[in-house]
């Protein structure tokens, strides 16, 4: 019989980019018993939870919430709201724009996908003035949507979303701006309808710190406008039966009541820290991982320091060594899970998770496994990372205490 | 603040015909922290559910699970081995059969939707002599596949699947055999491969007892080929991608990982129980429960006795009498939730679940809140229906301990 | 490997007199991460769950929590407030204080032991008349308390304490009353000032609805006072470090935390529901129980109606029927535990609990496995039980919704 | 309303030399349905957790298990065994020492408390010729017990257990030799019947990792004659009744069911990750701390490296420094609790817990929050304590690693 406890002694620390450790809270939420999804409770339930998601998107528009996974979400927004042939421009930073960018094709609709050369656009955010460029010159407007990712799971990049909303604005183009923002909503501030996207794309396992199994699309007037006019053929996904089931907070089908469970402490905890605070603590645990990293004299992922992610910190490989190898012995040796370079990157680096559920110690504990991990596979560091990011943590919690003194 | 603690004193009795009552066990499982759905024991994990989830199918062939409740499993069935405008015969058996085949009419699909007038389809299973007779009319084979559903969530019928599948086969039809088994499956017995079925779709949130979240497909040979040469543009239900990954115990995108604890969990639970022994259980039950409903001199909504559900039992109303507002006071009064009638017979019955994670006394409980319910909804009855259930009830208990003895 | 989970299919239906049947708001409580016992947040829960307690007492001075189950507590009462050799006078209800009585003699004390000759005293509640009696004839005051059950969990007796009270101070005399409310506390009545009671003793495990573990002392001045003065040799239970440490809410030595969790949730529950509605909700179920009983024609061991106990039934069996084998066979194939007979009742009698987290339903699953196991047993019935239990509790329900409309 | 959640983003490490941190599993466990603690199954839990917990204590004896929290089994120990007045000798090696023998004052027995002068004994381990000498003058015999602590709590100091019972066999002295390992028990190596100890007492909520609420005396033949002839009064914390009722896997009184599923948990833990294995990590961890304190150029409490704790290191500030307000800082801003120093040393050392479920990315985040609360407090440090550690676990993890391979 396989056991479900998997570790030995002591805590796992998973430190992958999502799924985040998921808190206790939520494990218990989740353990209430499953309620009739067409009672009262659930009503009350399920608009508490409509109502508080908005929050998190920033936005006044309704949020879909699918029962299903975040590759589901990708695929409700280009279904609902392309038609068969329509031509979408989606912008390479990564693993995953590459990965929806395929599912694109996958769903008969014409791409095309702009980017830097090489493994250059790995490295840095979306060009907003490349997007401008395209769509000046689409004066038939051919292009029905700009699809670009917010914060590149592959690489730790967050792309400037507001530059993106402007260089379409700039091109006096109408096409729709569809925003994947599955790691980045909850861990980066992130302003559905200040930015006028039109449709925002999550998941649970992020930010949100939920297991995975339910994702979302936060959608705006003129994305609903277009979603009912045309689109893939469809059904779970299709936005009208839900929006409208939703107004009494139930769903046209059965939904996914324990993870909403999960998803209204979620919101609970989240929002008593306050958005800001939640940014902030990311930011802080970014910028003492990211410290480490140049203390060890190694390569970050991202090579536009404005475009630091504050969700997972990407970590190159001198020339020669396997990051998996690394990966596997920091594994075994101090049962800690770390991201694995994907797609064009495999081997080259690792990822660093700092979002959701940590704290600075969990990143010391996190940094102090990368670089004993490194240094038993006999790469050579520069200097200590670990005692770089203490610096860093020691002097952000100096400014804490001296606010609240 | 909303509590999640929905219910006053003791526990709810929750006799909808799904989701079922969670076992505590599943509850506990989900709450295992969530792993790298990329690390080492994910893989042993993933193997661990779709070896097992074969059995529960009775099938050699690979079951797909999705990271998505039920409904779309129906439209993975539908997306994968149809193309646009493929035609489709249906069964009219119920609720869920018409909401099925308004799902394939959404997606594009011709459909036909043969069944019986009036709501006399609604109280009889599947008719094989009608499919035969359309399928060898059909000597184009412009048909593509007939769908029908096993166990009627809506009215409590179970059709006999091997009948479908004798009716294709006498009229030589090569249309594929789809089968909606989300309530039956763990439920009553079911053999996708014995029936020649080519697509089973299933749900967590019946007889496997978990929340809802994840569903199946089990898949046959020949709807794998269909898959492979057509289908409609999808890219979430894709199989291909799915089985590939599946080899090894992964997902090729995030699968919903607490929720495959669960799976685990309810495989070990009803394989340990013994398949045979989970639907005598379901047997006992739905007998003493129809007794019941038989002595109050109300009518069973399935009129078939061959085709009485185990999983579920439709209770009539007397005319006059508003079936919703008996469940509402049963709920207010006795905290038991009962299931509503769907569409056509909204109001006109309720329905009692006697599905997953139930026992003798469970039912009694049940029956005796119904038999209270009733009489003070001011419904006459011709007698006592718990008398009548626990007759039958203690019958079988002494056959289980002379058996035993 | 022992599986913890025991059962079957279903939940257990665990009526027995306790430990009853801990709600899942209290199982996940206690899953709360333990904490610093010497922390912060411990003396913000200490305080909380100490002034919650005294609400449940009906007491404005101190209730001492005890990281031990409830005989400790019983120990705890004798050892403050007696020296070696004092005289007790105790009175013989049942197996329990029976044990009370025999605990006494083990420490040294010298007690007398009141009570109806035969079982007679196991079918009546405490006789005030005669402990008034016998004090005044203790003109010495030799006797320096008075000890008795408030709730006999072995016979269900509810004894009238106002009345104890009252026969000592019509005696004059002044030795402590101390009253043992394990399994009555939160399920019947009870005043611990408004009855001068001295030392009330309580455990976790029935009304409170936790897991055993914990146990109580409520305390008069008086009882303080005199363990200020004497006691026999003690540590653990010595009041006096306790009492002082509790005034910040912690404990002398380390507390049973994860208890106090579910201590904390529980005092939420009760006071949201309102101890009237809880005690009249024991009143309706023992009602509906002893209807049953007396419908079956089965004598109740308690043979004076006004001190009928709302925490559980005594049934006693007809000559030559095995009480326990009764048990058995419903234990075997209805999956329910009772309380057997204990002491001189053993075998002649079994007990129903229908305190704590109970509902109707739960009463009427209950008392469904009785009936059906008593026939299986070949016990000769006079009638249902379920029927006539059903005709209460439907006449209850009827009059709490006129109520409510 | 109190929340019980009472931590801000990410875990709070808990590093308190106990409670150690409840490992999940355990708490799962614990929240298993309570069951009849006179039922069947609790026959077979009982048996299974009282033949366990001797392989934890290295004996063929009995082992009682009270539930009851820890200073309980103390009490325990010393009314089995002595009779009123006798005489016991003590020996001196910190706060907890103290406090036992302040309860065997209490209890009315006469103590010897043997110690080095002022704080010097709270600074090595017992010393065994002290005892010896002592033994050897009592020719008389009037010394009954001999009470030693294995680990001490207050301090990090661990006793040598085999050189006192040598010490008592060298002066041909029949006193009975009781220890408390409550600290020390599943950290350090424990010998009962090696060493020759007659009661050895323990709790729950150290090695074990149990939340606190049950406790231990493991007891040798001598002990137990002795029990049978003397004794002080008592009755919860007799042994003769519960090691009767004991063989058969049951208690004379209600135990601590749920305490019991995590004790069972817990046991299949450490037996399954071997004593040697659980030893070995604790050995290891304890020499990381030391390493870093020693880098810092702080003292560590222990004086004797022979006796360092595998359990705790006590960490000495330097002059001036108040210890409690480096411990609050530390709480305050990075989310962890340390020990306070007790008694004699309050307020000039602190207290690193490095027992139970930890791992050594949990030691490094522990010692990054110690540093960086160090010099926030404005303690001059030597040099990098995170630093040494991690250089002995990087060195620790080579050796395993080459072992593996």
């Given at each position: 019989m396989l056991r479900l406890d998997f570790h030995p002694a002591g805590r796992h620390f998973l430190q992958i980019p999502g799924p985040s450790p998921v808190p206790d809270r939520l494990l218990r939420a989740m353990s209430y018993p499953t309620i009739?999804?067409?009672?009262?409770?659930?009503?009350?339930?399920?608009?508490?939870?409509l109502q508080g998601i908005k929050k998190i998107f920033k936005t006044q528009h309704p949020v879909i919430i699918?029962?299903?996974?975040?590759?589901?979400?990708?695929e409700a927004a280009l279904s609902n709201t392309m038609s068969p042939g329509?031509?979408?421009?989606?912008?390479?930073?990564?693993?995953?724009?590459?990965?929806?960018?395929?599912?694109?094709?996958?769903?008969?609709?014409?791409?095309?996908?702009?980017?830097?050369?090489?493994?250059?656009g790995w490295r840095r955010g979306v060009q907003p003035r490349?997007?401008?460029?395209?769509?000046?010159?689409?004066?038939?407007?051919?292009?029905?949507?700009?699809?670009?990712?917010?914060?590149?799971?592959?690489?730790?990049?967050?792309?400037?979303?507001?530059a993106v909303r402007r260089a379409i604005d700039a091109a006096g183009h109408p096409a729709l701006l569809m925003v994947d923002t599955i790691s980045g909503l909850a861990c980066a501030d992130y302003r559905h309808d200040e930015w006028g996207v039109d449709v925002s794309?999550?998941?649970?396992?992020?930010?949100?710190?939920?297991?995975?199994?339910?994702?979302?699309?936060?959608?705006?007037?003129?994305?609903?406008?277009?979603s009912e006019q045309g689109g893939l053929p469809r059904s779970f996904w299709r936005w009208s039966e839900i929006l409208e089931s939703n107004k009494t907070g139930y769903w046209p089908y059965t939904p996914s009541t324990n993870l909403l469970y999960a998803l209204r402490e979620s919101l609970e905890m989240i929002l008593a820290e306050g958005l800001d605070a939640v940014f902030a603590r990311h930011q802080r645990l970014a910028h003492a991982c990211r410290a480490a990293v140049q203390a060890w004299g190694l390569e970050i992922q991202c090579v536009e320091p404005e475009r630091y992610s504050p969700v997972l910190?990407?970590?190159?490989?001198?020339?020669?060594?396997?990051?998996?190898?690394?990966?596997?012995?920091?594994?075994?040796?101090?049962?800690?899970?770390?991201?694995?370079?994907?797609?064009?990157?495999?081997?080259?680096?690792?990822?660093?998770?700092?979002?959701?559920?940590?704290?600075?110690?969990?990143?010391?504990?996190?940094?102090?496994?990368?670089?004993?991990?490194?240094?038993?596979?006999?790469?050579?560091?520069?200097?200590?990372?670990?005692?770089?990011?203490?610096?860093?943590?020691?002097?952000?919690?100096?400014?804490?205490?001296?606010?609240?003194?």
């Amino acid at each position: 019989m396989l056991r479900l406890d998997f570790h030995p002694a002591g805590r796992h620390f998973l430190q992958i980019p999502g799924p985040s450790p998921v808190p206790d809270r939520l494990l218990r939420a989740m353990s209430y018993p499953t309620i009739d999804h067409r009672g009262p409770e659930f009503g009350a339930l399920g608009l508490e939870v409509l109502q508080g998601i908005k929050k998190i998107f920033k936005t006044q528009h309704p949020v879909i919430i699918y029962p299903a996974s975040g590759t589901g979400a990708w695929e409700a927004a280009l279904s609902n709201t392309m038609s068969p042939g329509d031509r979408v421009l989606m912008f390479e930073t990564g693993h995953f724009a590459s990965l929806w960018k395929k599912m694109a094709d996958g769903l008969g609709l014409q791409t095309e996908f702009l980017g830097l050369p090489g493994t250059e656009g790995w490295r840095r955010g979306v060009q907003p003035r490349m997007i401008e460029d395209r769509l000046r010159a689409d004066t038939g407007h051919q292009i029905k949507a700009v699809c670009v990712v917010h914060n590149e799971t592959s690489t730790g990049v967050t792309s400037d979303i507001a530059a993106v909303r402007r260089a379409i604005d700039a091109a006096g183009h109408p096409a729709l701006l569809m925003v994947d923002t599955i790691s980045g909503l909850a861990c980066a501030d992130y302003r559905h309808d200040e930015w006028g996207v039109d449709v925002s794309i999550s998941g649970s396992q992020k930010g949100l710190m939920l297991p995975p199994g339910i994702s979302f699309n936060a959608v705006s007037p003129k994305a609903i406008a277009r979603s009912e006019q045309g689109g893939l053929p469809r059904s779970f996904w299709r936005w009208s039966e839900i929006l409208e089931s939703n107004k009494t907070g139930y769903w046209p089908y059965t939904p996914s009541t324990n993870l909403l469970y999960a998803l209204r402490e979620s919101l609970e905890m989240i929002l008593a820290e306050g958005l800001d605070a939640v940014f902030a603590r990311h930011q802080r645990l970014a910028h003492a991982c990211r410290a480490a990293v140049q203390a060890w004299g190694l390569e970050i992922q991202c090579v536009e320091p404005e475009r630091y992610s504050p969700v997972l910190t990407g970590v190159m490989m001198p020339d020669g060594v396997d990051a998996d190898a690394v990966r596997q012995l920091i594994y075994e040796r101090f049962d800690m899970s770390l991201g694995t370079g994907l797609g064009k990157i495999k081997g080259r680096m690792f990822r660093i998770g700092h979002l959701g559920d940590c704290n600075d110690l969990t990143l010391m504990a996190t940094l102090a496994g990368c670089e004993m991990g490194l240094k038993l596979s006999g790469v050579a560091l520069a200097g200590s990372g670990v005692q770089a990011a203490m610096d860093i943590l020691q002097d952000k919690a100096r400014e804490r205490r001296a606010k609240a003194a």
